[in-house]
């Protein structure tokens, strides 16, 4: 049965860092590109950040970019995202998730291509 278990997530007012793990069984993630995704209240889901499953490559939606990074250790099956200099429109319920296809060359933004998820861990920044 494949897992993944977030932690990480908290309160923090804007212009703080927050570094999020996910952790996953299960599975050879090392073979998976991995993701995270974010939702906020009452919107959809959205891509935020991937890595390859080498960690060769990073993908970042725009407004994280240069604030946001994303970084896998295939031999802890884990994942990070490392999240700085965070703003109130940050706040979102934040949730990893794995490819559904072995070594795909390029990270998808598709949330339809990602086939287990965590449970999401809170991220709330105040003003």
């Known amino acids: 049965q494949v897992q993944l278990v977030e932690s990480g997530g908290g309160s923090v007012q804007a212009g703080g860092s927050l570094r999020l793990s996910c952790t996953g069984s299960?599975?050879?993630?090392?073979?998976?590109?991995m993701a995270w995704f974010r939702q906020a209240p009452g919107k959809e889901r959205e891509f935020v950040a991937g890595?390859?499953?080498?960690?060769?490559?990073?993908y970042y939606v725009e407004s994280v970019k240069d604030r946001f990074t994303i970084s896998r250790d295939n031999a802890k099956n884990t994942v990070y995202l490392q999240m700085n200099s965070l703003k109130p429109e940050d706040t979102a319920v934040y949730y990893c998730a794995t490819d559904r296809r072995i070594g795909r060359i390029r990270v998808s933004p598709d949330l339809g291509e990602y086939d287990y998820w965590g449970q999401g861990t809170q991220v709330t920044v105040s003003s």
């Open positions: 890595v390859k499953w080498s960690g060769s490559s990073t």
């Open positions: 299960g599975r050879t993630f090392s073979t998976y590109a």
